[in-house]
């Protein structure tokens, strides 16, 4: 099968490998659609901290946004999974530990997770092996381009819940993101008053044509009493804004990551009594997003902006955007598109 392959610091490649094998407790999925995510792009640059704390390596193969059919099941696993439309958690826990015993996976110390930490493949390939535990079935009103945003939608509702939002409750949303609009999306869908702050007015104009109550530039916000704010930024400086504008007592919540540390004022926590919340994947999510968007009350497909191959992965991982594409912020994969 073809699949996408970093081999180094920005470089890559589209190679024929070995077609995954659906081992005991395993299957295989025929990858229809996978999304391209800013995860991807840090292991492209090379900035990526899993690189440089031992859990990857080059070469390696991204992609951990994604849907399929599957198409082979190992021994052990239901025969009825065949034929199904999934899609699946990214996080894989050993199963044995505490944390995976407690319902914490994802973050066991010796997890893998798909197309990131441990060497296991990513979805951004025609084939991918995936543990049936991990699956999570799509009903038909999610099409393919749906499916292939629950996992970052899992981590936006995951944000949203976090924040502990009630009916008219103002958050603000800091980078919108792929991750940041679904956040803003399930906002609104839990009657909340929602804004959004970007870095262009490209970024801003397309919040707003979401049905926010409110998208603006740094300068252009204006300062009201938050009840929460989620950082889905990648920005070192934005985890202290947050902290700044959010109102005492209330909650700040991070998502997004920045390629370099990032420091908050503890005193100004303290001083506020501010909770703040890290959230890490969309494991405890992924069906709560799913529902969502069978029922219809938020809508992940306008934030796709286009639908590439495989072949034009690495132009994209590299800064490009594709011809013709819209605002929206994220890009997805066809693995077969383009082959002859």
């Given amino acids: 099968m073809r699949a996408f392959v970093i081999t180094g610091p920005r470089e890559s490649t589209?190679?024929?490998?070995?077609s995954p094998q659906a081992t005991p407790g395993q299957v295989v999925v025929d990858v229809e659609r996978a999304g391209v995510c800013g995860t991807d792009v840090e292991f492209f640059t090379g900035e990526m901290a899993y690189l440089h704390q031992g859990h990857a390596e080059y070469p390696m193969r991204p992609g951990h946004e994604w849907c399929g059919t599957v198409s082979a099941v190992g021994d052990g696993v239901e025969k009825a999974w065949l034929g199904r439309r999934v899609t699946g958690d990214t996080m894989l826990g050993c199963g044995r530990c505490r944390r995976c015993r407690s319902g914490l996976h994802y973050v066991c110390e010796d997890r893998f997770e798909i197309g990131i930490r441990g060497g296991w493949p990513g979805a951004l390939a025609e084939q991918l092996a995936v543990p049936a535990a991990a699956l999570r079935e799509l009903p038909e009103a999610v099409d393919a381009v749906a499916g292939a945003l629950a996992e970052p939608?899992?981590?936006?509702?995951?944000?949203?819940?976090?924040?502990?939002?009630g009916p008219g409750d103002r958050v603000l949303v800091l980078g919108?993101?792929?991750i940041g609009l679904l956040?803003?999306?399930?906002?609104?869908?839990?009657?909340?008053?929602?804004?959004?702050?970007?870095?262009?007015?490209?970024s801003v104009e397309f919040a707003a044509a979401l049905g926010v109550h409110g998208a603006w530039t740094a300068a252009s916000l204006p300062r009201l009493p938050f009840d929460a704010v989620i950082d889905c930024s990648n920005a070192?400086?934005?985890p202290a804004l947050a902290l700044d504008l959010v109102e005492p007592g209330k909650r700040v919540v991070?998502?997004?990551?920045a390629g370099s540390p990032s420091a908050i004022d503890t005193r100004?926590?303290?001083?506020?009594?501010?909770?703040?919340?890290?959230?890490?994947?969309?494991?405890?999510?992924?069906?709560?997003?799913?529902?969502h968007f069978a029922a219809g009350s938020v809508d992940p497909r306008p934030l796709v902006a286009a639908t590439i191959g495989l072949d034009e992965v690495g132009d994209v991982l590299a800064g490009s955007r594709p011809a013709g594409a819209g605002l929206g912020p994220k890009i997805l994969v066809d693995p077969r598109r383009g082959r002859a």
């Fill in 254 to 257: 991070y998502v997004g990551l």
């Fill in 176 to 178: 919108p993101g792929t």
């Fill in 268 to 291: 100004t926590m303290v001083l506020k009594d501010v909770t703040a919340v890290g959230i890490l994947g969309g494991s405890r999510a992924l069906a709560g997003a799913i529902a």
């Fill in 236 to 238: 070192p400086a934005l």
């Fill in 183 to 202: 956040a803003a999306k399930f906002a609104l869908a839990g009657d909340a008053e929602v804004h959004v702050m970007g870095l262009t007015p490209d």
């Fill in 14 to 18: 589209v190679a024929d490998v070995a």
């Fill in 153 to 165: 939608g899992g981590n936006g509702l995951r944000s949203v819940q976090a924040a502990s939002l």
